[in-house]
């Protein structure tokens, strides 16, 4: 057991953050939590004094310095290109998992699945969360999707070590490689050959849409889930609201060298100051920041304490119900109510059993693999254009054959509407020209494309982007045009 206080940095944030992070200090300082905390602010201030990110440098300091960040939810202003501080942590600190537990406490929190007990491993760097947008034309906007083999290799890997430390039985991956093939096609992949690795589990893979509506339906069918960014911020959400309430999760965000640990709900500005939030969400990130620390046993004491608390029916507003609740009380009384009942254990839920449960973060090997032959075999110019005649835009961009290049097709939208499109195909003013060599299957030179797109722009046709489409060891690095 440590004796010295641990270093944290504690973030009280905005809206409701200021309460909920006291009360959870107080339930932890009462249990005998081994901290020296280093306060910080962040959020809503910080953005409005004109800093992108939401943090002073000090504030990354202090990150860096102790290496582990308790932190309240925060306000990002709308509008005005402000960045989610939460992304840019994440992505700053190199924090790829993002754990959530999402417990249900029947019958003492109103749910329809009674038992659930599912943990959402959730990828944290990349995916749509890259953050990379661009005003295309007037009518078009594009966020780019990004998935890594390292990325997915080790978020996975995780998922597979958290089972194991857990004495979990399956894990499942969920993914939408039926239609983005190359980038979720890509984590699937990942996914089967890491798990031939751990042979103990049981593993299955769901396309997501389908598998969110087993999740929401029969949550026990499912045990640890992995998946890619975007859908682990959604679904975990759902899992947790399925289970009880988005109020009661909490989340840890972990890397190789810090941590981050939070509620999974939001800074709730309209129950500021009222004395009426629920701080468990915030107190569940605390317990797992407590247990990563190496003070499983005061995470085991808060916990019991509080099961017991919601067992005796003392609950805030946003789970009180009428017949099974006992007791409305606000912030500050919940947070008593947990210190008073310090030392005793639930009843009739499950106690915790934290004390043997190790730190969590994972040694990330990554596997060494041969480098393809990579090779330019055409490219993609998209466009700017006003009209709506995809026969007319073709026939424009076929004049720019030449130079061992032609006109493949055109699309609008991915979906091929020159030659031989359909008339019935909306098109937007957001034009691509798949151009490659005279001869199927022949590499050709950036020289090449340079030229083409020389010709282009003396034509004053306005190209707004390229992609170069390569082979990897002879196998195609692009998908068709929907139609080709």
Not at 46 to 71: C, D, H
Not at 256 to 268: K, N, R
Not at 454 to 469: P, S
Request: aromatic share 8%; charged share 25%; with cysteine.
């Amino acid at each position: 057991m440590a004796s010295n206080p641990v270093p944290i940095t504690v973030a009280h944030g905005d809206g409701i953050g200021p309460e909920i992070m006291a009360a959870c200090l107080h339930i932890m300082k009462e249990a005998g939590a081994r901290l020296a905390i280093e306060t910080i602010e962040i959020g809503e201030k910080g953005y409005l004094r004109g800093i992108n990110s939401g943090m002073e440098p000090s504030a990354w300091e202090s990150l860096r310095r102790t290496k582990v960040f308790f932190k309240a939810p925060i306000t990002t202003p709308q509008g005005g290109g402000f960045k989610s501080l939460n992304v840019t942590t994440r992505k700053t600190l190199g924090l790829y998992a993002n754990v959530r537990p999402c417990v249900s406490y029947d019958p003492y929190v109103e749910t329809k699945h009674p038992g659930m007990d599912v943990v959402i491993v959730r990828e944290n760097e990349e995916d749509l969360y890259a953050g990379i947008e661009h005003r295309q034309t007037d009518e078009v906007y594009q966020c780019l999707k990004l998935i890594s083999r390292p990325g997915s290799e080790k978020i996975v890997r995780y998922a597979f070590e958290y089972a194991r430390r857990n004495n979990r039985k399956k894990v499942t991956c969920f993914t939408k490689d039926n239609i983005m093939k190359f980038t979720d096609g890509l984590f699937h992949k990942v996914f089967d050959e890491v798990g031939a690795e751990y042979p103990e589990f049981e593993k299955e893979h769901w396309i997501v849409d389908i598998g969110a509506a087993k999740m929401a339906d029969t949550p026990e069918a499912f045990d640890v889930i992995v998946m890619p960014n975007l859908y682990g911020d959604i679904l975990s959400d759902v899992a947790a609201q399925i289970a009880g309430s988005v109020g009661l999760a909490g989340s840890a965000n972990i890397g190789d060298h810090c941590a981050m640990f939070e509620a999974i709900h939001g800074s709730a500005p309209r129950r500021a100051g009222q004395n009426l939030a629920n701080p468990s969400g915030l107190l569940q990130g605390g317990l797992l920041m407590l247990v990563h620390i190496g003070q499983a046993d005061v995470a085991e004491t808060i916990q019991n304490a509080w099961l017991r608390t919601i067992e005796d029916g003392v609950h805030t507003y946003d789970i009180f119900k009428q017949g099974t609740s006992k007791q409305k009380v606000g912030t500050k009384e919940f947070a008593d109510a947990v210190v008073t009942r310090l030392g005793k254990k639930p009843e009739k839920l499950k106690p915790a059993a934290y004390s043997k449960a190790p730190k969590q973060t994972v040694n990330q090997s990554l596997k060494q693999h041969a480098q393809a032959r990579k090779e330019l075999i055409g490219v993609d110019i998209f466009f700017d254009w006003k009209q709506r005649d995809p026969v007319e835009f073709g026939k424009k961009v076929e004049a720019f054959n030449g130079n061992g290049l032609k006109l493949l097709l055109v699309s609008n939208r991915g979906i091929k509407v020159y030659p031989n499109g359909f008339e019935e195909t909306f098109c937007t003013d957001h034009w691509r020209a798949r151009f490659k060599a005279d001869r199927e299957g022949d590499p050709i030179s950036h020289g090449q494309i340079v030229d083409l797109l020389r010709r282009i722009g003396d034509a004053k046709l306005d190209f707004i982007k390229t992609e170069n489409l390569y082979t990897f060891d002879g196998q195609k690095g692009f998908v068709s045009a929907q139609g080709e």
